[in-house]
């Protein structure tokens, strides 16, 4: 199969977009069928959670309401276990049912931090939804409650992924390749 470059590393295609659209729609099943008669507030977690959150959004059938908040970790393909703080949180989480919207759980370091520093708002639950997930390389204990998908270990962009800024915008998942 053809390989694309994406700076200055070659990807192969992964995971069509069709395939991460049939995903998508079964965790918003499971949401709305879980949430019905509730009123989450999903947080998505920035930047990656962009297109993602966009999709799932526009199948979830409950009343919501939406917010963005940013924790950046990352940089190049491996991870800096270097955590920085949740920035952007507008809303009084006290009492509310949480939905986190995320891109990928690799190691779980990111999103471990993101759910202790959430538990001092006394939110009156916390759920993750994760597009994908790599158990590999998962280093922690959290349940992922809504996941499309689990990938092996290797390095992907497209769909919000990126590396090193680029991809984002690639409609299909690609994974890293010789050439
Ligand atoms: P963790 O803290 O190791 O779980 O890493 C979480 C963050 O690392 C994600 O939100 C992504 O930004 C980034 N990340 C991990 N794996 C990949 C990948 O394969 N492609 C692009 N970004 C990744
Ligand atoms: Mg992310």
Same mark, same amino acid.
């Given at each position: &199969?053809?390989?694309?470059?994406?700076?200055?590393?070659?990807?192969?295609?992964?995971?069509?977009?069709?395939?991460?659209?049939?995903?998508?729609?079964?965790?918003? =099943? =499971?949401?709305?069928?879980?949430?019905?008669? !509730?009123?989450?507030?999903?947080?998505? *977690?920035?930047?990656?959670?962009?297109?993602?959150?966009?999709?799932?959004?526009?199948?979830?059938? @409950?009343? @919501?309401?939406?917010?963005?908040? !940013?924790?950046?970790?990352?940089?190049?393909?491996?991870?800096?276990? =270097?955590?920085?703080? &949740?920035?952007? +949180?507008?809303?009084?989480?006290?009492?509310?049912?949480?939905?986190?919207?995320?891109?990928?759980?690799?190691?779980?370091?990111? &999103?471990?931090?993101?759910?202790?520093?959430? !538990?001092?708002?006394?939110?009156?639950? *916390?759920?993750?939804?994760?597009? @994908?997930?790599?158990?590999?390389?998962?280093?922690?204990?959290? !349940?992922?409650?809504?996941?499309? &998908?689990?990938?092996?270990?290797?390095?992907?962009?497209?769909?919000? +992924?990126?590396?090193?800024?680029?991809?984002?915008?690639?409609?299909?998942?690609?994974?890293?390749?010789?050439?």
């Amino acid at each position: &199969m053809e390989s694309i470059l994406v700076k200055d590393k070659y990807f192969k295609k992964f995971i069509d977009a069709k395939a991460i659209d049939a995903g998508v729609r079964r965790i918003a =099943e =499971e949401i709305n069928n879980d949430y019905k008669d !509730k009123n989450p507030l999903f947080l998505c *977690v920035l930047n990656g959670s962009f297109i993602f959150a966009a999709d799932l959004l526009r199948k979830i059938t @409950c009343q @919501c309401q939406v917010s963005f908040v !940013k924790y950046a970790s990352y940089s190049g393909i491996s991870s800096k276990g =270097e955590i920085k703080t &949740m920035i952007g +949180l507008n809303e009084d989480l006290n009492g509310r049912d949480i939905i986190l919207v995320e891109d990928i759980i690799d190691t779980g370091l990111t &999103m471990d931090h993101l759910l202790t520093e959430l !538990k001092t708002y006394h939110p009156a639950s *916390v759920r993750i939804a994760c597009f @994908c997930f790599k158990p590999v390389a998962f280093k922690k204990s959290f !349940k992922i409650d809504y996941l499309a &998908m689990e990938i092996p270990n290797d390095f992907v962009v497209g769909y919000g +992924l990126d590396y090193d800024g680029y991809g984002r915008n690639l409609p299909h998942i690609y994974k890293i390749t010789e050439h």
